[in-house]
């Protein structure tokens, strides 16, 4: 029973914290929304070379082995800071496929040291769901055609390497979802991207994938192994993605309660008004509630407990709570807020854009609510007490 | 970081849940929020505490010498959790938690002796007198008066809002001493003294929830020997705020509400077992889905609260944010609740087609109540001080 983060997670936490504030202060942030790639490729290979890209790969590969609690730690800084590029797709999801792959370790060393960057294409939209796959790979003799579209890829250009998903052209009646995996050039012949203006700043791009040639070699068959990559690839994003979400909530909390203590009004400051003052309380209650859920979650995956109802759980509670902090910032902001001088409008914008990613709060909410997970609320079948009380179904 | 239980401490729960299965009187209703307003029912309640004594249950926290359990406070809060769960009406609360401890670390040898083993065993009842008509939040502005006299004190004044008053053997009370103190918060003390001493007329005031009444006492001319004040003569301000903040996290609560939670859900099942049901509403589920988000982070900050204390950190405001948190889920499921059921959801107990004996009615109508142990808003005061820093907006 201690919900806190031991002393390495801590000191792996105010590092992160410490070398972001240095390297991506809110300044580069802005910079790099007027950049065509979108972020620094000498900042990414140096987080490479710390690591970063590498947190939960194996050591023989240049990764430093962490887990999902690690990982979770991570990203929440790198939402604080909001840190422009590829960095969660490349460490998340292009670590795992490249470790999947027939061959495995050249490319994976790469990944690993960030000379090699994933952009996430994995689902044609951005809600995450295996079954809207319809991008389709057939069999050529040394790998794949692609066929199909991915939309709302973020990076889509300036990665290295787009991550796909792709389904057989004729359903089989195999056990397995049919679904394969392929890592793809971004410059690979027969791709098309049109670049989409997000309210994010993030460069976000429609790909087209019209017959992509890809080797066997970057490419995972169909298969249970396969299925379970990607429920692992996923579950794992979701992770990164509620952690970036809480992130942004805190770092947009501490900006509203300093603001809070600095700004004066009618003499004082107006974190002396009770109005404001519970506002505060009510964002800090929610950052809170959010935070105790995403370690909670973190922690089971990391002792290969069941998780997907409690991750759920935590990725809808992200949602809630970085749409309310970045509403209660733009209020106690007042004008400031809502000025592109003041850094509100960063998290605003991209908090949002990040919220609808990896299924929102209302997926999450669908999928808590399954039969199955309601089950986490029965009775104690050994209990006499629980009477079955039908008198509503007849007369008295 | 561990959010899981030892392999003792899950045993340690199920021995509590199968003596409470097996021993629990019939009469209790499961889940109800604070007893009934029934004589009878709070006699069983009475008695069912020196059977909690007997397993050394009843003030399991305490330590040995004053007939405590000598638990640790994860032992205690999983009895607490499952005492909620099952139901076990609140009896001698405020002897347990509130005078003991108090009398425990600031009385007499004297004090110690005569009353801390009575509440052990479960032979007494204790309330609290502390709210007056014209101090409620503003605690210290209580203007009843204990003036010396020789060796005595004379009380004269009136409180209001005493629970159990009319059950209770004694009260722990809060007068002011010193009337001539330049403030408010100065020259209070705080008394131990029988509720049969002559002078008290006690007058109940009951609710339309039917849970406990709570009282109006008037005091005349009450004399009390000078021994009565425990903590010593003009700090009665200290103890009012140190007692206080022994109440706040009650894991009781969480048991019955997640109780009242199960008891909803399995409803809503056998409601689905023979046609159309709650559960078949998308709209339904994703509020269950949400009270279930609201639930566990709630639960898992109360238990965060326990895992400080248990690695000897005193909590100051944490207590306060599941507070807040725990009134606002309360008031979300018991509408969420109503609204699902319907005309059957406001049937009251023992009306024909009443669901659950009315419990779910209980919950709704008791929901209303956001002041008990500090509203609300002073809650957030708390938190606003004592936790993020902010200046108080009070005059003091």
């Not at chain 1, 690591?51 to 939960?56: A, D, K, P, R, S």
Request: aromatic content about 8%.
């Amino acid at each position: 029973m201690d919900f806190d983060l031991s002393p390495v997670q801590r000191m792996l936490r105010d590092n992160a914290r410490a070398h972001l504030e240095n390297i991506c202060p809110p300044g580069h942030v802005r910079a790099m929304e007027t950049e065509p790639a979108g972020y620094s490729r000498d900042m990414l290979t140096g987080l490479g070379e710390r690591g970063w890209l590498g947190i939960t790969a194996g050591t023989d590969v240049g990764g430093i082995g962490l887990g999902p609690i690690e990982l979770s730690v991570l990203a929440q800084e790198i939402g604080r800071a909001l840190l422009p590029g590829p960095v969660l797709s490349t460490a998340v999801t292009g670590t795992l496929i490249a470790a999947a792959l027939p061959d495995v370790s050249d490319l994976l060393r790469d990944i690993v040291a960030g000379r090699v960057l994933v952009a996430d294409a994995l689902f044609d939209s951005a809600d995450a769901r295996a079954s809207d796959v319809g991008t389709r790979a057939t069999p050529t003799d040394g790998g794949y055609r692609l066929l199909g579209e991915k939309r709302f890829v973020q990076y889509g250009r300036s990665a290295n390497l787009l991550a796909v998903l792709a389904t057989r052209p004729t359903a089989l009646d195999t056990p397995d979802s049919g679904l394969s995996v392929h890592l793809v050039s971004t410059d690979a012949p027969g791709i098309r991207t049109t670049e989409l203006t997000s309210a994010g700043g993030e460069p976000l791009y429609q790909v087209v994938l019209d017959n992509v040639e890809v080797d066997a070699g970057d490419s995972i068959a169909p298969g249970p192994d396969t299925d379970e990559l990607i429920r692992r690839i996923t579950e794992l994003s979701r992770l990164t993605t509620a952690a970036q979400l809480v992130g942004m909530s805190r770092k947009l909390f501490d900006m509203c309660l300093a603001h809070a203590k600095a700004r004066r009004q009618f003499g004082r400051a107006i974190g002396t008004f009770q109005v404001i003052q519970h506002q505060l309380v009510d964002l800090y209650a929610e950052v809170e509630r959010a935070q105790v859920l995403l370690d909670r979650a973190a922690w089971l995956m990391a002792e290969d407990k069941d998780h997907e109802r409690e991750l759920a759980v935590a990725r809808s509670a992200a949602s809630d709570t970085s749409y309310l902090a970045s509403h209660t910032a733009g209020h106690i902001y007042g004008g400031y807020g809502f000025m592109n001088i003041n850094d509100v409008q960063l998290y605003y914008r991209r908090s949002k854009v990040l919220e609808l990613r990896f299924g929102n709060a209302d997926a999450c909410r669908a999928e808590i609510a399954k039969l199955g997970y309601l089950s986490a609320f029965e009775l104690p079948d050994s209990d006499q007490r629980t009477v079955p009380d039908l008198s509503m179904f007849g007369s008295v | 970081m561990d959010f899981g239980f030892t392999p003792e401490q899950e045993d340690f729960r199920e021995r509590v849940s199968s003596f409470l299965r097996s021993d629990l009187p019939p009469e209790f209703g499961l889940g109800s929020d604070e007893g009934r307003d029934d004589d009878a029912y709070f006699a069983a309640a009475r008695r069912f505490m020196e059977e909690l004594s007997a397993k050394g249950w009843l003030v399991f926290g305490w330590p040995k010498e004053y007939g405590g359990g000598g638990a640790t406070v994860v032992e205690q809060a999983i009895l607490a959790e499952e005492l909620g769960y099952y139901g076990v009406p609140p009896a001698d609360t405020t002897g347990r938690t509130i005078a003991g401890p108090a009398i425990m670390r600031f009385g007499t040898p004297e004090q110690k002796q005569r009353y801390l083993r009575p509440i052990a065993k479960g032979e007494v009842v204790w309330c609290q007198g502390f709210s007056e008509p014209n101090a409620g939040s503003d605690l210290a502005s209580v203007r009843m008066t204990a003036l010396r006299d020789g060796a005595e004190f004379v009380i004269n004044g009136q409180k209001v809002f005493t629970s159990r008053a009319a059950w209770a053997d004694y009260i722990y009370l809060l007068a002011r001493t010193d009337p001539t103190a330049p403030r408010k918060h100065q020259g209070l003390s705080m008394f131990l003294l029988p509720m049969d001493t002559p002078g008290i007329t006690i007058r109940p005031l009951h609710n339309f929830t039917h849970t406990y009444p709570q009282n109006e006492l008037f005091f005349d001319d009450v004399r009390v020997p000078e021994d009565s004040i425990v903590g010593g003569e003009g700090e009665g301000w200290k103890l009012a705020t140190a007692t206080l903040s022994f109440e706040r996290v009650n894991l009781s609560d969480i048991g019955r509400a997640r109780r009242l939670f199960e008891e909803f859900l399995n409803l809503c099942r056998q409601l689905g077992a023979k046609g159309e049901g709650p559960l078949d509403s998308e709209l339904v589920r994703s509020r269950i889905a949400q009270s279930v988000v609201e639930f566990e982070s709630w639960r898992l900050l109360c238990w965060r609260v326990v895992g400080m204390q248990n690695s000897g950190v005193l909590p100051t405001f944490e207590p306060s944010l599941s507070n807040v948190i725990g009134k606002d889920y309360r008031q979300h499921v018991a509408k969420l609740v109503v609204d699902v059921l319907g005309q059957y959801g406001v049937l009251e107990e023992g009306s024909p087609l009443a669901p659950l004996r009315g419990r779910l009615l209980h919950q709704y109508l008791y929901s209303v109540n956001k002041h008990g142990q500090g509203t609300s808003e002073v809650q957030r005061d708390v938190i606003a001080n004592r936790g993020l820093g902010l200046p108080r907006h009070r005059a003091v």
